[in-house]
């Protein structure tokens, strides 16, 4: 293509260059640079969440590794001795004097002679025997803790350290989000009732 001023040398056409506008955006509005603020900052906070989750469970684990370690040395489960009949099927319940407790006998670790109210689940006669869990002391005690449980207990912990982070990061990115529409909102209000006039020619 020729040039159109006489005596001007010929110069091939000069295509426009795909993403040339990339280089010279336009300048993006206050609200726009702070959701992308948040956006960064959430991503981080994700990473962060993330991090602390693992952290939690693994602490999780261990204390409960050690309580199942503890347990063993601490927990004996005996036999007892039923000192009354239970006529009618009662509720479990570990706390002495409770609804569901029984009447009972046993022989601690220690050999020494106990007696109690127990957890039953009935009906039973009498003399029967019921395994019950006692500590060094031969007093009633919970059930051992086990493996299976420390590890449920660390992942439940760990899943709700990363809802709750999930949630707050969430929560902040929605509300920066709807305060930034707001204010995008007054703004092109502002911009309108300003250049309206000018295009409509009132």
Do not use: K, Y
């Not at 955006?25 to 702070?34: K, L, N």
């Not at 409960?64 to 239970?86: I, S």
């Not at 299976?148 to 660390?154: E, Y």
């Not at 703004?187 to 009132?202: I, K, N, Q, T, V």
Request: overall charge neutral; glycine content about 10%.
């Amino acid at each position: 293509m020729r040039s159109q001023w006489p005596g001007e040398p010929d110069r091939p056409h000069q295509a426009a260059v795909p993403g040339a506008a990339a280089l010279d955006p336009m300048p993006r509005r206050f609200t726009d640079r702070v959701e992308r603020a948040v956006s960064g900052f959430v991503g981080v906070g994700a990473v962060v969440v993330a991090v602390l989750a693992f952290v939690a469970a693994l602490s999780l684990h261990g204390s409960g590794m050690a309580q199942v370690a503890n347990d063993r040395v601490d927990r004996v489960q005996v036999d007892a001795v039923l000192t009354a009949p239970v006529e009618m099927p009662l509720s479990f319940d570990s706390t002495a004097g409770g609804s569901g407790s029984v009447p009972a006998t046993w022989t601690g670790p220690t050999g020494g002679a106990h007696a109690g109210l127990i957890p039953v689940l009935g009906p039973r006669a009498a003399g029967d025997t019921v395994p019950v869990w006692v500590d060094r002391a031969g007093e009633i005690a919970p059930p051992p803790v086990d493996a299976v449980q420390a590890r449920v207990t660390a992942t439940v912990g760990g899943l709700l350290v990363a809802l709750a982070g999930a949630l707050v990061l969430l929560g902040i990115r929605a509300a920066v989000r709807a305060r930034c529409a707001v204010v995008n909102h007054r703004a092109w209000e502002r911009e309108w009732a300003l250049h309206e006039p000018r295009w409509s020619g009132r």
